[in-house]
């Protein structure tokens, strides 16, 4: 016991820097498109991504795609919610109030000029 806890106490110090690495890796992960409006291509998108959910191409040759970044789930919420709202419950026997309630799918639009360019991105849920 006393080697376990000789390496959990070694161990300590390096958590907090760990944790802090943690969030600043998830932070690097929000992408600028303003920066990459006009250099980044239809055919980086694909090698980032992956094929495209949807896709259009427009009367002037531009690209219009979508990729499902995120997909919506159905949450539980506990707590007094006043009666005869949708999606009231009574767990049984408890008598506490909750609800249920939705968040939506999230999606990445980007538009490719006839030159296979980013013009615009869009993040949208629905």
Known sequence: MTAAFSFLSRLRPW????????LL?????????KARVGV??????VKE???????ATTSDESVVVEWLTSRGRTHFAAG????????????????????YYSTPDTFLRLTFG???????????AK
């Open 80 to 99: 007094s919610i006043p009666p005869g709202r949708p999606g009231y419950y009574y767990p049984a026997g408890i008598g506490l109030g909750g609800e």
């Open 40 to 45: 980044y291509t239809y055919d980086d998108a």
């Open 49 to 55: 991504f992956g094929p495209p959910d949807k896709s």
């Open 114 to 124: 006839p030159d296979k360019k980013l013009q615009a991105a869009k993040r949208f």
């Open 15 to 22: 958590l907090g820097a760990l944790l802090g690495l943690a």
């Open 25 to 33: 890796a998830g932070c690097a992960t929000r992408i600028d498109w």
